[in-house]
Structure formats: C-alpha cells, structure tokens
C-alpha cells in the first residue's frame, strides 16, 4: 500500500480562504451599490461612492506597504474581514450618507488589507508561488462570481444578501 503525504496547508489554505473571502466581497461590492440606490440616493452619488472604495483600496495598499515588515499576514486578514463585517453591518444599521462613505472607505481599506496580507502569506508560505498566486487569484474570482450571484438565491432581498456576505467573511477569519 502506497501513502500519500499529507497536503501542505500553506498549498491549499490561502484558495480556500480567497474564495470565502471573494464571496463575501462579491456581495458587498454589489449590494452596498445597490442599497444605497434601494434607499433613494441619486446614482451619481452611488458612482462617487464606489469611487471612494476604490480610492481606500489604493491608500490602504500604500500605507500597508511601508509598514508589511511589520505587520503579519494574519493581523491583515484579519483587518480586512472585521473592516467588511462593520461596513456592511453599519449600513444595515443606519443607511445614511455618511455611513454609506464610511462603509466604502472600509470595503476599500479590507480589500487593500485583504490582498497584501493574502499575497504576502502564499509567497513566504511556500518555494515556489507561482502556482499557488494563480490557485489564490483564480478561487477569489469563483467567490466574486458567486458572491454577486447570491442575491439571486435569496430573491432579491439586499439585506439578506448582505447578511450572509456577513457570514461568509466571518467564516474567513476562523
């Protein structure tokens, strides 16, 4: 009888975490938009709005940068699901303007968080990163895909939507 190694969880871990993980953002990057449109705001001021996640993405990214040396990846992870969770449940709570800028400037600060603590732990995790890059980019697209079709699961309803990207990215930090 031949025995298999047993597989390295720095080979398989960094998917399964990025497909949880891009679910969770998936709905959130669609259905923050979305809700904010359900509660009556103009549709240019949506487009600032998923503007400004964007833009916190872009800072997080070069903020964390200068200081990675001294931040682990989990701390980062880490980050970036409780930064999802608080901005999709501040927005259930209180679907106010301010609270809809604060809730895309924190989506956008957790994908920044997100992806470097991510990117950085696949690479110091094993030899060689380059199969293990492509696996973590292509699982977190199955989880964008996914997580934007969840919608469709729960008829349409943004909030239960929002609960369960919630749920996923909560599932993310165990």
């Given amino acids: 009888m031949r025995w298999r190694r047993s597989p390295n969880p720095n ?3 960094p998917s399964a ?3 949880l993980y891009g679910h969770a ?3 959130s990057t669609l259905v923050l938009p979305l809700l904010a ?12 709005l998923v503007a400004v996640s964007g833009a916190g993405q872009i800072g997080m990214r070069i903020a964390v940068a200068r200081v990675l040396h001294r ?6 992870i880490h980050a970036s699901v409780v930064l999802l969770c608080l901005s999709s449940m501040a927005v259930l709570a209180a679907p106010v ?11 956008g600060a957790a994908r920044g968080f997100f992806w470097i603590g991510l990117q950085a732990q696949v690479v110091r995790g094993v030899a060689e990163p380059r199969r293990p890059l492509a696996a973590v980019d ?8 996914a997580g934007s079709a969840t919608i469709g699961l729960v008829h349409g309803s943004l909030r239960a939507t929002l609960v369960l990207g919630i749920a996923t ?3 993310t930090a165990l």
């Fill in 17 to 19: 975490i990025a497909l």
């Fill in 138 to 145: 292509f699982a977190s697209g199955i989880g964008l895909v």
């Fill in 25 to 27: 953002l998936g709905v």
């Fill in 169 to 171: 990215a909560a599932l």
């Fill in 71 to 76: 931040l682990t990846e989990r701390l980062l």
């Fill in 37 to 48: 449109l359900a509660v009556g705001y103009r549709s240019e001021v949506v487009g600032v």
């Fill in 97 to 107: 303007l301010a609270v809809f800028v604060l809730a895309h400037v924190a989506q």
């Fill in 11 to 13: 080979e398989w871990l």
